[in-house]
């Protein structure tokens, strides 16, 4: 399952694709609204209620073996510079995770948490203008599993070969990257 608000769902679907539009063979995508407003610092939770009630929803069918979800709220809220509503899409967001989480581990899923840049982290610039760029401080990768011991800091070119070492398939010879997870 491929699964974002509108401001991220290429990210999850086009890009993650490598730039094809067409859904591969047994793909399923869920597209949700964005909310319709100026700027997402007046509506800082976004759609990510809606996107967590969807997934959770798919997770207890226990159908899916992959989902590649996107949150938009700290990129998207952090791009306004605007700490509050920063602050309030990251309890959002946190909220909402928690759940997702606890709904793939009810059903007996693995989960991996990451980003590939921070934005959220870094709302004001030193002469305490809103910073509205993307961060370059280090982003996490969390693994939620009872079989993996230990999880290591990569790079973005890890987490592919990460996934598909969990998931017992094979690691392309293109694929570079190192798996982070024992």
């Known amino acids: 399952i491929r699964i974002a608000e509108t401001e991220k769902y290429a990210h999850v679907t086009f890009f993650m694709n490598g730039g094809r539009e067409e859904e591969f063979t047994g793909e399923k995508r869920i597209l949700i609204n964005s909310p319709k407003v100026a ?50 899409a990251v309890r959002a967001v946190d909220q909402c995770v928690g759940e997702v989480v606890a709904a793939a581990r009810n059903n007996g899923y693995e989960v991996v948490i990451i980003a590939d840049h921070g934005n959220a982290d870094n709302a004001l610039n030193e002469d305490g203008s809103p910073n ?50 024992k």
Do not use: C, W
């Not at 961060?135 to 973005?156: C, H, K, M, R, W």
């Not at 987490?159 to 392309?172: C, D, Q, R, W, Y």
């Open 39 to 88: 700027t997402y610092d007046l509506q800082p939770e976004m759609s990510a209620f809606e996107v967590k009630d969807a997934i959770v929803a798919e997770l207890n069918k226990r159908e899916v073996d992959f989902v590649a979800l996107n949150f938009a709220n700290g990129d998207m809220v952090g791009h306004t510079g605007f700490y509050d509503a920063i602050s309030k």
């Open 132 to 181: 509205t760029a993307h961060s370059l401080n280090p982003v996490p990768i969390v693994v939620v599993s009872s079989t993996v011991t230990s999880v290591q800091n990569g790079i973005l070119a890890d987490v592919a070969p990460t996934i598909l070492s969990m998931m017992g398939l094979e690691i392309p010879k293109e694929m570079t990257g190192k798996v982070l997870v």
